[in-house]
């Protein structure tokens, strides 16, 4: 099993044995090294360390910490510039007080100065930054691996405009983003970590760990590693595997440590604590009157979050269609960015229509005062607490508590909305937390307005805590924008109380089941938009519509190779396409399936033969192309060992790339094996060549390619994974979906007839749902379907199976 | 699709048309109603309102309520229990206090009662209600459904016993015993409510709610939604679906709102809130200083939970070996659990050993005091708290609160590990989480001792808080022994606090690190020494170990049909087994496989030839004959429809145990056609019959079943779940735990080869683990292997390939 020298290798990295075949590298340098050290005592002792070290690096702890700590520093830097750029902002604010018009000037200048700023940035070094990058997550993980999502580049491009983009107060929030910024740390550590241990090298774990990555980005936004280990199993997965549950678990608990630690290392803080903590009385937490209230509220939440995603919806088709239509506004991205962001900081100009909507207070100014533990209003006006600055926002001498706390919830509804349309990066998930707080506290203030007494039960009287339905309320509205339980969980860590479980977790139960009846989540609304490679789920409840099998939607023409194949067939098909492996059959005529042979496989095949031709076959050579040849490969040998370890960060896989680069470029073919751009050289060198000699030379070219393959060296996969004619387009996917596969062979009676891949199975399933996109089923239904896992039994008539058995 | 007159009912029930042959009496009878309404408006109205009855609770949030409801009120019931038997031994015990050898005659007796009883009751009502229950469940979910364990029987015997064993005082636990019951419930409203609609008859979706049997069990003992539906998913599954999560969330979140509700309707509380509450400072939860230290202890623990593990495995062997040597003490299972009671009521005895170890405190006073807000020790001795029961058992004039604190850790040590092997119904989770409590509060009375003055931090004084490291170890040790990391969770909603939460996983996560690479969890062990048939994993670190293909251990001897088949022949094949599916081959000399047609199906079939024997062929049967087995069938028909629904809760699938019945009783074939018996008894009626008749009829019978099956009404699956020879073991494993297999067929170019069941499976994974029994891997381990799910390229070499080709 093990390629010649990585047996140490493969010890330390379990399984691993997939890209063996890239290490061999690798491990012949170890085992160079260590048979050097044989002489020298010290050597073997490097060598023993070495091994240590590569063993220390490829165990996922140290990984899962790592990736924890970098997310929990990068959070923190963006908190800090955040809070710097707000700073900045009220200190300009203040300083323009001399006119109310040089105020505006100041107040809205500095938010669009920014916007515009995280806006070019993010269009010009990397377009993959804009957005939420949760859709875009989810459809890696599921769908397609959307590569360019995960580069160096748009994780400078993400944090950096987005950090400009939230200290310029628009309502948008850093929760999306720090996802995708998660599982772009994640991607670009494996990368990393694979320049040490080859365990890394695995693309299958590689994509896990962008799971984890997602847990770690809510976690190191909210300090929330429970609600985020659970948020990035809800969001990205169906099927969740506990390996991953783990991980999310380890690394968002040490981010989230890291993140808190930050502060208190900073001064900031005195100890760890949640980052909205409150301090709600501990004894009764609430009556089990208001526990309808706050059922009442979930079902409002779950009507609020649908609209706010058909709100979404809309806005983003019309700025599509807009777009598409090359108006001179959507010509220009900074365009639609400025404007929103002059209208936008125009209306929550403190002293204009922002007074009525607690313009002048940031998310977070907002969210603490919504959290307050104490009541605002005695009869609609708020008291007033000394040299509290935030509840004075909610003051005014014109308008009650209500109307203000109303004009709020109206007006951030639709900003939020349209914010979230822009191209910058920006997520739903804290001005929707914002909007909840801000309507639960509406409802808490107006119960305690109408029941100023509170409640009498054995003599202690206790007031009703408008602060707990902000909370509440919160974490419902969340939910049904996003579809998700763990909004209720990341509430709870997020305030540091844990005593309004069960009210929270009806209320988000009870917003999840309205909003799931009525439209998808934020996310899948934004993949169907986008129209992202997002391998939909299929409606259960109405699969007779989708009486289509595997033959209605294989793909018919399958590159296959032969026991008999040439080279020459082998350079074809691999030069043809990047599939990752080709199908093995007995002979063009019986098409009978033998295994699967990968790509990498194929390509150490011709490497192999290379050498061989160089060591063995130079007596059949002709003489003057054999002194060239030798030379070219001895060159191109000593240069790929010269190769720089640095490299690697960009390309992983370094053999592939070397191999298929020769074949790309021109007269690849030939070059690769006989070096003929040398031949070439040395016509034009020599005036008159013979011609005799070329033609010898090309039938000599022409016999090595001929030449049929032998298989003996090379890995078969005997048992690659086989579908039949009839399998189901449910059942396909089921499968698909559950182990996770990127294609599959079908067979009819041995014979390999077709293939199917994740394009057309995702292709056969848009042409049963309805034309206006892909319809994405809501997580809530699937408490009507049937087990998706479990042998689907699945039935046809005897005499349309005897019909496909004739026409075969 | 539809089985005819079942339309209606497929629409109400998705996509389970699994079993619509099955119901087709159901939607027969409903349609007839339906027919006989259309002339009686009132009955159209009847009608439509029975469809939307059985569409309404078809719906899983009625099932899933119901469920959380039932458990809520058991739990309750249970608790209400034995906090009278708890009462009852204290009065006792005080009426006593004239003697001390009264009082220990008392405090003796009235557990070895309530001890003896419940043992005696657990192994004369349901011999498997003794354990936990947690091992079967397990199993029942991955590895083979053991029917007998989710039994009404059982859960009758269960509940019972648990009551008196919990009343009895031995340091067991209710959770686990809880996870039984909620998955026996869950197993039972299964069946309760497939006689209101057919969803319920899909197997599949009926396994699945076991595991949010497991979710509100947990929830309604603990009132922890969260940590129940976490708990759930990590000690059943190694693959989550999100389906599952969502309900285990519902029906958990409702069980434990209910189990808070009924304490406050109850008059004993006064709102809803945790169940064992604590009220410790929100501000300035710890410092980081202490951080280290909650570190330490979860490394500790991590090594306590392994011993722990180690001694009950030790145990738990020696005392199986003591069972199968027949000796004197282990005949009886009375004796051996009335020993234990004695030794460990007389260890606890309060005025005798037991003030060295707070012998007095039940288990719950015992953590109620271990969670207390208040540091104890003044220098080692307990401050006067006046009237506090609880604090001063801990209080001994002889010895410091540190004495007795470690001798109560190291007593109950043993007597948990030696309770949960005893034959009853017993948790290892509470008894676990008191000794964690115990070393947590030793450690921080140790601490508060040591740092009197506690921290000063920007001049104010913080006071460590010695009950929160009694919830940090709680948690840990919990985590230690059952390799999981919701007992976090469940700690921060048990006590209602949050603000712990890093402290809580941080040392969660290191005793799960250091216990899963010492030990299995308790689960594991328990199942491997019970040699429950569980599907193990397979450690995929020494994957070449397994160099096994399913040519190795498929079934070879595989029955089959084919499309010449027989009456007879499926007679026999119906008769020799009982497998769901059967495959259809295109005849026996070319074993293509066509699909695989279930045994409902072929039952169908032959019901459908009684029919036909009946209504058609009477004219070539002989007359005497036809009169009796017209009658015959005759009253058959009318008995069959006669049955009351009662009796589908212990058999649900009526029909076919209608059917085999028949084939089953001696002589059964000719019976089922042509009501055999009654010819016979027709024989001896009169005396003298005419052999030549008898003759005649066998030979009609013999032509009747020599007939060729016609397929045609029958439903074929076209695409059975399908390997090849050269499918590893490591593949065939993954497919099956992964997509939730129970068989699967083998083909060679299509011809069937042979067939893999689970048994098969476990018994070649079991041939490559070591002969001690089962390898269970770690949780944890997975950390280090590479994706299960992907498609797992496993490799040989062409020779090897070519030749099982040559062999063919």
């Not at 260590?34 to 360390?49: I, V």
């Not at 803080?269 to 004894?283: F, Q």
């Not at 909003?515 to 109405?542: C, E, V």
């Not at 206006?772 to 089923?777: E, I, M, Q, T, W």
Request: proline share 4%.
């Amino acid at each position: 099993m093990a390629v010649d020298g990585t047996d140490e290798n493969n010890l330390e990295q379990g399984i691993y044995t997939k890209d063996a075949a890239r290490l061999g590298k690798n491990g012949r340098r170890r085992r160079s090294l260590s048979d050097l050290s044989s002489s020298q005592k010290c050597g073997a002792w490097a060598s023993h360390f070495q091994r240590l070290f590569v063993s220390f690096i490829g165990a996922d702890w140290i990984y899962l910490m790592l990736l924890g700590f970098i997310m929990a520093v990068l959070s923190f830097t963006v908190d800090i510039f955040v809070d710097l750029f707000t700073e900045a902002h009220s200190w300009i604010y203040n300083l323009a007080d001399s006119h109310v018009v040089l105020q505006y000037l100041a107040w809205v200048t500095y938010s669009l100065f920014l916007m515009c700023f995280a806006a070019g940035f993010a269009n010009m070094v990397s377009i993959q930054a804009t957005g939420s990058g949760i859709p875009e997550t989810k459809t890696s993980l599921r769908g397609v691996m959307l590569q360019e999502y995960f580069t160096f580049r748009t994780l400078v491009s993400k944090v950096i405009s987005l950090t400009c983009v939230l200290g310029s107060e628009l309502p948008v929030g850093k929760e999306g983003p720090f996802v995708h910024v998660g599982s772009v740390c994640a991607a670009l550590l494996c990368r990393f970590m694979s320049l040490f241990s080859g365990i890394y090298k695995n693309k299958a774990r590689n994509e896990e760990m962008l799971t984890v990555g997602c847990a770690v980005g809510i976690s190191c936004c909210f300090a929330a590693p429970i609600g985020g280990a659970l948020f990035s199993l809800e969001v990205t997965s169906m099927f969740f595997v506990a390996r991953n549950y783990w991980r999310g678990f380890l690394s968002a608990t040490f981010g989230a440590f890291i993140f808190r630690l930050l502060p208190v290392w900073n001064r900031q803080e005195e100890t760890l604590t949640a980052l909205y903590a409150t301090k709600y009385r501990l004894d009764f937490p609430f009556d089990l009157y208001e526990l309808p209230i706050f059922a009442a509220m979930g079902i409002v939440c779950g009507f609020g979050g649908a609209f706010f995603v058909y709100l979404y919806g809309k806005i983003s088709l019309f700025v599509k269609k807009q777009k598409a239509k090359n108006s001179f506004l959507m010509k220009n991205c900074f365009l639609y960015s400025a404007l929103v962001s002059v209208l936008i900081s125009t209306l929550t100009f403190p002293p204009g229509f922002g007074q009525f909507m607690g313009g002048r207070l940031t998310k977070k100014d907002s969210l603490i005062s919504f959290f307050d533990n104490r009541t605002w209003s005695n009869h609609g006006i708020v008291a007033d607490f000394d040299n509290d600055d935030h509840l004075a926002a909610w003051k005014h001498p014109q308008a009650n508590v209500f109307i203000i706390l109303s004009v709020f919830i109206i007006m951030k509804f639709w900003m939020s909305a349209l914010s979230i349309t822009l191209p910058i990066p920006c997520g739903s998930f804290v001005p929707i937390f914002v909007i909840g707080a801000a309507f639960g506290r509406l409802v808490g203030e107006g119960l305690a307005t109408l029941f100023p007494d509170g409640f009498n039960v054995d003599g202690h009287i206790y007031h009703i805590v408008p602060g707990a339905y902000a909370v509440i309320g919160a974490a419902a509205l969340a939910a049904g924008v996003t579809h998700t339980i763990s909004t209720g969980v990341i509430m709870m860590e997020l305030t540091g109380q844990i005593n309004y479980t069960l009210p929270i977790l009806i209320s988000v139960i009870l917003a999840n089941m309205v909003s799931q009846s009525l439209q998808p989540s934020i996310y899948d609304t934004a993949i169907r938009i986008k129209k992202l490679p997002y391998l939909p789920m299929l409606s259960w409840g109405h699969r007779e519509k989708y009486n289509i099998y595997v033959e209605d939607f294989m793909k018919r023409d399958v590159r296959y190779i032969t026991l008999n194949s040439t080279y020459r067939d082998i350079i074809k098909i691999l030069r043809s396409g990047n599939l990752k492996t080709l199908p093995l059959v007995k002979s063009a005529e019986s098409m009978l399936l033998l295994g699967s042979v990968g790509r990498v496989q194929l390509l150490g095949l011709l490497t192999q033969r290379m050498q061989h031709l160089r060591e063995d076959n130079a007596s059949t050579m002709p003489v003057r192309y054999k002194v060239r040849f030798q030379t070219s490969t001895e060159e191109s040998a000593s240069a790929s060992t010269a190769k720089p370890l640095k490299s690697a960060l960009k390309k992983p896989p370094v053999d592939e790339e070397e191999i298929t680069s020769v074949y790309d470029s021109g007269l690849n073919l030939k070059k690769f094996f006989c070096s003929r751009p040398e031949i070439k050289a040395m016509e034009d060198d020599s005036d008159a060549e013979d011609d005799t000699i070329l033609q010898e030379i090309e039938e000599w070219e022409e016999q090595q390619l001929v030449e049929q393959v032998t298989f003996s060296s090379c890995k078969i996969d005997p048992a690659p994974f086989q579908l039949v004619e009839h399998t189901s387009l449910h059942k396909t996917h089921t499968m698909f979906s559950v182990l996770n596969l990127d294609y599959a062979y079908v067979t009819s009676i041995g014979r390999l007839v077709g293939a199917v891949s994740l394009k057309e199975l995702r292709e056969a399933i848009e042409d049963c749902t309805p034309a206006d996109g892909v319809r994405l089923r809501p997580v809530l239904s699937t408490f009507r379907d049937r087990g998706v896992r479990g042998t689907t039994t699945e039935t046809i008539a005897l005499h349309q199976l005897l019909e496909h058995q004739i026409s075969r």
